[in-house]
């Protein structure tokens, strides 16, 4: 069965870095687009960023752009958020989704990992 | 940047009430809009894609419509199940756009 499975969540201070991984199995992750989706606490969804099935085509969200990375590793069927210049309103429980065409995304979630931006 | 407006922020119903949450968008993105459940400490849940699609498993009293600016979610004959929060997600140009949410109690 399909299954996301998100990490790397933390404890940090603003200004810092952090690294976020989702792990995909039960399906061929190759094929699919893959998004970082957060929700900040007692909040709704925001849309974070989308890494294309070959990892040559990126986009943002303008609260991220150019301090957050998205990137993919298909021999190890992983996805990525590199978070840099962390900020308190980066506090979320971020999930990745999968996309597998344009009409067709976000069909399946993982867990979400928690990052908390605190000094 | 695409703008969804989603009416109303939360809503009071009753089991067997027909209800109807509504997204504007602030331009028009044909029929690229779908719709989320989310239940407390929940992951999000697709219910509808491509405006009108019914994802496979949801129960057929959810439906979807609408195309360019206006969306509607229709719950016909709410159950005990469906109090939760809604949202849309257009899809149409990057960055992708949730509207700000819906939340279902129970009068």
């Known amino acids: 069965q399909v299954q996301l499975v998100e990490s790397g969540g933390g404890v940090v201070q603003p200004g810092r870095s952090l690294r976020l991984s989702c792990a995909a199995s039960?399906?061929?992750?190759?094929?699919?687009?893959m998004h970082w989706v957060r929700q900040a606490p007692g909040e709704g969804l925001e849309w974070v960023a989308v890494?294309?099935?070959?990892?040559?085509?990126?986009f943002y969200a303008d609260s991220v752009r150019g301090r957050f990375t998205i990137s993919r590793d298909n021999s190890q069927n992983t996805l990525s958020l590199q978070m840099h210049v962390l900020r308190v309103e980066d506090t979320a429980l971020y999930y990745c989704?999968?996309?597998?065409?344009?009409?067709?995304?976000?069909?399946?979630w993982g867990q979400g990992t928690l990052v908390t931006v605190s000094s | 940047d695409i703008q969804m407006t989603q009416s109303p922020s939360a809503m009071s119903a009753s089991v067997g009430d027909r209800v109807t949450i509504t997204c504007r968008a602030s331009?028009?993105?044909?029929?690229?809009v779908a719709w989320f459940q989310q239940k407390p400490g929940k992951v999000p849940k697709r219910l509808i894609y491509?405006?009108?699609s019914l994802q496979s498993g949801v129960p057929s009293r959810f439906s979807g419509s609408g195309s360019g600016t206006e969306f509607t979610l229709t719950i016909s004959g709410l159950q005990p199940e469906d109090f939760a929060t809604y949202y849309c997600?257009?899809?149409?140009?990057?960055?992708?756009?949730f509207g700000g949410g819906t939340k279902v109690e129970i009068k």
């Open positions: 989704a999968r996309e597998i065409n344009w009409i067709d995304l976000l069909d399946y």
């Open positions: 039960g399906f061929t992750f190759s094929n699919y687009n």
């Open positions: 890494i294309s099935s070959e990892g040559n085509n990126q």
């Open positions: 331009q028009g993105i044909s029929n690229y």
């Open positions: 491509a405006s009108s």
């Open positions: 997600l257009q899809h149409k140009t990057y960055p992708l756009s």
